[in-house]
Nanobody
Framework: VQLVEFGGGLVQAGGSLRLSCSAS????????IGWFRQAPGKGREFVAA???????YYAESVKGRFIVSRDNAKITVYLQMNSLKPEDTAVYYC?????????????????WGQGTQVTVSS
């Protein structure tokens, strides 16, 4: 499964961005999809996830600001990021796995995208 992310960019604090994650046109219906981020000099951090039943999970730092969702065809997974803060600046990655034992743990995912840069200016 080859994942591709789209939608990163530069935005002012308080603004919004929507990231997309797809798998070269194949369905992600049976996969849990996690979003992770890594800021310069920091480790990888869980952001949000959606499992195959469309149950969603969020890190406390983004709860109420970010929304993860799937499209109806379950080909694309989105991360809508609102009220962005400078501390949200990072490279964002999507990851996929059929049945991660711990959906917030990046070690559980087999497939990763190349990442997309999100920069939030103050």
């Amino acid at each position: 499964v080859q994942l591709v992310e789209f939608g990163g960019g530069l935005v002012q604090a308080g603004g919004s961005l929507r990231l997309s994650c797809s798998a070269s046109g194949r369905t992600l219906r049976m996969y849990s999809i996690g979003w992770f981020r890594q800021a310069p000099g920091k480790g990888r951090e869980f952001v949000a996830a959606i499992d195959s039943t469309s149950t969603t999970y969020y890190a406390e730092s983004v709860k109420g600001r970010f929304i993860v969702s799937r499209d109806n065809a379950k080909i694309t997974v989105y991360l809508q990021m609102n009220s962005l803060k400078p501390e949200d600046t990072a490279v964002y990655y999507c990851a996929a796995d059929r049945l991660p034992r711990a959906i917030m743990n990046g070690e559980e995912y087999d497939y990763w995208g190349q990442g997309t840069q999100v920069t939030v200016s103050s």
